[in-house]
């Protein structure tokens, strides 16, 4: 199935200047990295977040369900339409797709200076539920256990499984890399990623 994406549109509260934008994400989570990158960056629509407080925002779907072949075409479209390349906060005329060599960054390398304003930007930034438990998903590894009765286990995060049993994490990590044969009575063998 082809990915579907919107068209959206900020509008200024006060000044009326609008911004024309496109993504293939929910436009809550777009409106977050926009106001992550207004905390880096300085083109026009980033320097007016860092200038207007949020509720100075007007946040709106102009289009839904496009496919994303299309949201290039139709982002250039409304810009024009809504005049938002001259009268408003879009730097470009738009339809970029930013991917590889069409990406105006392509080839270049961002300066420590720049990397290290991002990590002081996303310190203490709280992630939701949903990123955690998909970060956590991505990285988790299932594992075969055999107790010391003899009794089969297969679990999918060994250190809560060791913190539940009173088990040391490090020690039953060796056994599963075949550094160990057991610990405790306890064995134990990596049987893959979860997917």
């Known amino acids: 199935m082809a990915k579907l994406g919107i068209i959206y549109k900020a509008t200024n509260k006060i000044n009326g200047k ?17 106001y992550n990158d207004s905390k880096v960056y300085h083109y026009k629509f980033a320097t007016a977040l860092r200038k207007y ?12 369900d496009i496919p994303a ?3 290039s075409s139709l982002e ?3 810009i024009k339409k809504y005049d938002t390349l001259y009268n408003g906060y879009n730097s470009t005329e738009g339809g ?6 069409s ?3 392509y080839g270049h390398k961002h300066s420590r200076k720049t990397k290290n304003n991002w990590s002081k930007i996303r310190k203490g930034v709280k992630q939701s539920e949903d990123t955690i438990l998909k970060r956590a998903n991505s990285n988790s590894k299932i594992y075969k256990i ?19 049993n009173a088990l040391d ?18 064995k134990c063998s990596l049987m893959g990623k979860v997917k």
């Open 76 to 78: 250039k479209i409304e």
């Open 146 to 164: 055999i107790r010391p009765n003899g009794e089969i286990e297969i679990i999918k995060n060994l250190a809560k499984y060791c913190r539940e």
């Open 18 to 34: 609008s911004y024309i934008g496109k993504t293939v994400r929910k436009l809550e989570i777009r409106i977050n990295r926009h």
């Open 169 to 186: 994490n490090r020690n039953m990590g060796n056994v599963a890399k075949g550094k160990r044969k057991q610990y405790k009575g306890y």
């Open 103 to 105: 990406n105006p960054f």
């Open 69 to 71: 072949s299309k949201l």
């Open 53 to 64: 407080s949020k509720n100075n925002w007007k946040w709106e779907i102009l289009h839904k």
């Open 96 to 101: 970029e797709d930013n991917i590889g060599k």
